[in-house]
């Protein structure tokens, strides 16, 4: 299976979960398979079998078409990519009011997956928690201003400025300006953590 499907069922299968409100333990006991296992997946760093993709799939009460469906193949090897504002696709990444993510490719890149998304923070969106990514991230702020929370130190950025850090860092975002803010978030997610 191409690697860049596999991301793909992979996010999907973390953004359904947590819009059930569906824990990593209950989506295991549901599909009758190890808590573990579930993480790994959706962490891109193991490959489901298929027995095992549709375990999930099932217990995620998903119809078989509706869950594959916006999954492309994307066979080609092209080396330029156009992906038309239309094209991105909507998801919810946590329940945080005021955070909309819109993914807008993703790849596997050499030496790991990536994940491209453009985040809108709401005015006044904050998180109410400091949260946890398996992932660098890279955010560069196209408008608004924000503030990072990264280990117990404020980062303040505007339209222009750019952060990369290390995701498993405790972090937490807020949109510390009077209006929207609009970042370009890159994930990189890390597959041989040490």
Request: hydrophobic letters at 40%; zero cysteines.
């Amino acid at each position: 299976m191409h690697e860049d499907i596999l991301i793909q069922i992979s996010n999907k299968i973390k953004e359904a979960r947590k819009s059930k409100k569906i824990t990593v333990q209950q989506l295991a006991n549901d599909a009758d398979v190890s808590k573990g296992l579930i993480s790994h997946i959706e962490n891109n760093r193991t490959i489901p079998s298929l027995p095992v993709l549709m375990k999930i799939v099932l217990a995620l009460n998903f119809d078989l078409t509706d869950f594959f469906k916006g999954i492309s193949t994307n066979n080609n090897h092209e080396k330029v990519f156009i992906i038309r504002s239309k094209e991105y696709q909507s998801f919810n990444k946590e329940a945080a009011k005021g955070f909309g993510y819109k993914r807008i490719m993703t790849r596997n890149m050499q030496g790991g997956p990536m994940d491209v998304i453009l985040l809108e923070l709401k005015k006044g969106a904050s998180r109410s928690q400091v949260v946890r990514t398996d992932a660098y991230e890279y955010k560069y702020i196209i408008k608004g201003k924000v503030e990072y929370l990264i280990e117990d130190k404020k980062y303040i950025l505007e339209e222009g400025d750019s952060i990369f850090f290390d995701g498993r860092l405790g972090h937490k975002p807020r949109n510390a300006g009077d209006a929207s803010a609009l970042l370009l978030v890159i994930y990189y997610f890390i597959t041989n953590s040490h």
